[in-house]
């Protein structure tokens, strides 16, 4: 289905743009700094599809439900294109599972990358204070959290990355079957 050129430019141009709106989703759960460069760029990249959505939808406690509601229309955009691309018609269930996992499979994908540039960055610049590795830090900051509760350092050496690697690769496997 790759072999398409048309199809890979709209679902290189549309997984950035979901990209985009998942990383404000997770900046913002992550109560990232708002004030970082590039968080400013992400806010400005999807403000003018976001403000309309955010008149009509709620949030949900901490959860920004106008992004959350964002990045599923802009999974389903994408996978109507491609379907109309290749000319498959796909049933209304069908089209909420490949959304759904579409997202699910993205999101999962944003935080492998942020976990990996994390540890480089822990090996190459330990306490940078450039915006990217602040932010990268401040991202992968809850799940470090979470493991940390049931993995303790072992004298320096945190194993937490492997084990979040290792939950993030399992995760993907069950969810990839479903994305277009």
Not at 62 to 89: E, F
Not at 120 to 139: F, K, T
Request: charged share 10%; glycine share 6%; net charge positive.
């Amino acid at each position: 289905m790759m072999s398409d050129p048309l199809i890979l430019v709209v679902k290189t141009l549309g997984n950035l743009y979901l990209f985009i709106v998942l990383l404000r989703l997770v900046l913002q759960l992550s109560r990232a700094d708002f004030y970082n460069p590039i968080s400013q760029g992400v806010v400005k990249a999807t403000s003018p599809l976001l403000k309309p959505l955010r008149k009509i939808i709620p949030s949900i406690g901490r959860i920004d439900t106008s992004s959350v509601v964002l990045a599923l229309a802009v999974q389903a955009v994408i996978l109507m294109i491609v379907m109309a691309i290749v000319g498959y018609q796909l049933t209304p269930t069908h089209y909420v599972i490949y959304t759904l996992a579409g997202v699910a499979y993205h999101l999962l994908d944003l935080y492998f990358w942020a976990m990996l540039i994390s540890v480089i960055l822990s090996w190459v610049a330990p306490g940078s204070g450039h915006p990217g590795a602040l932010l990268v830090g401040q991202v992968c900051e809850p799940l470090y959290r979470v493991c940390h509760r049931f993995i303790p350092s072992l004298g320096g050496f945190d194993l937490s990355p492997i084990f979040i690697f290792l939950a993030i690769s399992v995760l993907k496997q069950f969810v990839a079957p479903f994305v277009i």
